[in-house]
């Protein structure tokens, strides 16, 4: 089952809570100019009631140039997302790249699913930097290359010096056990932010963030992770530079509990800082019936129409403001069955 086809299986699921009709519309637009080897997705939704932005993020493994699904005329210049994913593409399968055998996968993103001539808009590029991702034990092993690997990518997406030297020295500050997951490339945004997502424990994103120059709202991002207590606790950070300054912009999310597609506590932690209750409840209720619907399935019926669907949830601080998103996951039955045989599950 292409992920194209569980799209249309779970997009109509969409409560117009978290998606307007319009929004799902580009939502499968931006899908069906995927190609065959995406192989999952998250459709990343505002919480806010006023705000109808719905972007799309695709997973691809294969390290094949995602273009051939697109129309030539459609390609850009040297610097847009579709040159730069064939181009860290190309890394991942040439041997001496520091990329090939350790990016385990890449990620393009749609920011509101494209908004216009949705299948064919430039993505975002965001590229794995942590080889254990797909492992059932992943982070258990250190990641000599991850250095290497940042850099590669960097220098693929010819961000400036100065970025590229807060991307290593937010990577060389790490504290002990925190990993650099994801490296992002902007491409679709105005200002080419470069983004870094790292997982940190909780008791040292504080120090952390201080030690790298982040100016942002302290306050607020200790009230934040003041709810999280537990010593082994974990949260992943994405972090935003533009010119080599850290910028204000936050965002945190917060792994969910093991056997829970999705984690109504995380969820009224964040909705309580983001939200009025009647859009809690309103936005809780659309999440919960959302995963209940799972596993969605075809008229036509048969097994290979099944997409496995879960939530996983962020919010961003932005100069004292709290904004919250949904992930809904979209995973193809097929998929998720391959990479338990031979990655050792997800």
């Given at each position: 089952m292409l992920l194209a086809e569980a799209l249309e299986v779970v997009v109509p699921d969409i409560d117009p809570a978290l998606a307007s009709s319009s929004a799902c519309s580009r939502v499968l637009d931006a899908g069906r100019g995927l190609g065959g080897d995406a192989v999952a997705a998250?459709?990343?939704?505002?919480?806010d009631p006023d705000d109808d932005r719905t972007d799309l993020l695709a997973c691809f493994l294969s390290p094949a140039d995602p273009r051939?699904?697109?129309?030539?005329?459609?390609?850009?210049?040297?610097?847009?997302?579709?040159?730069?994913a064939a181009s860290v593409q190309r890394a991942r399968r040439t041997s001496g790249s520091s990329l090939h055998g350790n990016s385990p996968l890449i990620w393009l993103e749609f920011d509101d699913a494209g908004s216009t001539g949705a299948a064919t808009a430039p993505p975002s590029v965001c590229v794995c930097l942590e080889p254990s991702y797909l492992a059932r034990n992943r982070y258990q092993v250190d990641n000599f290359d991850c250095e290497a690997m940042a850099t590669t990518a960097a220098g693929?997406?010819?961000?400036?010096?100065?970025?590229?030297?807060?991307?290593?020295?937010?990577?060389?500050?790490?504290p002990p056990r925190a990993r650099a997951i994801h490296l992002s490339f902007m491409r679709a945004r105005v200002g080419n932010t470069t983004k870094l997502y790292e997982r940190i424990p909780l008791r040292g994103v504080t120090g952390y963030l201080e030690e790298?120059?982040?100016n942002g709202d302290q306050a607020a991002l200790r009230g934040l992770l003041e709810w999280r207590?537990?010593?082994?606790d974990f949260v992943h950070v994405d972090i935003s530079i533009e010119r080599g300054l850290v910028l204000?912009?936050?965002?945190?999310?917060?792994?969910?509990?093991?056997?829970l597609r999705f984690d109504l506590h995380i969820f009224a932690g964040l909705a309580q800082r983001a939200l009025s209750q009647e859009a809690a409840e309103r936005v809780m209720e659309a999440g919960s019936s959302w995963v209940r619907t799972e596993?969605?399935?075809?008229?036509?019926?048969?097994?290979?129409?099944?997409?496995?669907?879960?939530?996983?949830?962020?919010?961003?601080?932005?100069?004292?403001?709290?904004?919250?998103k949904l992930y809904l996951a979209v995973r193809p039955l097929p998929f998720l069955l391959g990479a338990l045989a031979t990655a050792g599950g997800l």
């Open positions: 998250y459709i990343e939704c505002r919480a051939p699904a697109l129309p030539r005329a459609t390609e850009g210049g040297p610097n847009d997302g579709w040159s730069l693929l997406a010819a961000v400036d010096e100065a970025t590229a030297g807060a991307v290593m020295r937010c990577i060389r500050m790490l790298i120059g982040w207590q537990a010593d082994d204000p912009r936050l965002g945190l999310a917060f792994p969910r509990t093991d056997g596993p969605g399935v075809r008229s036509g019926g048969g097994w290979t129409h099944i997409a496995h669907r879960w939530i996983d949830q962020k919010v961003v601080l932005d100069e004292g403001r709290f904004e919250l």
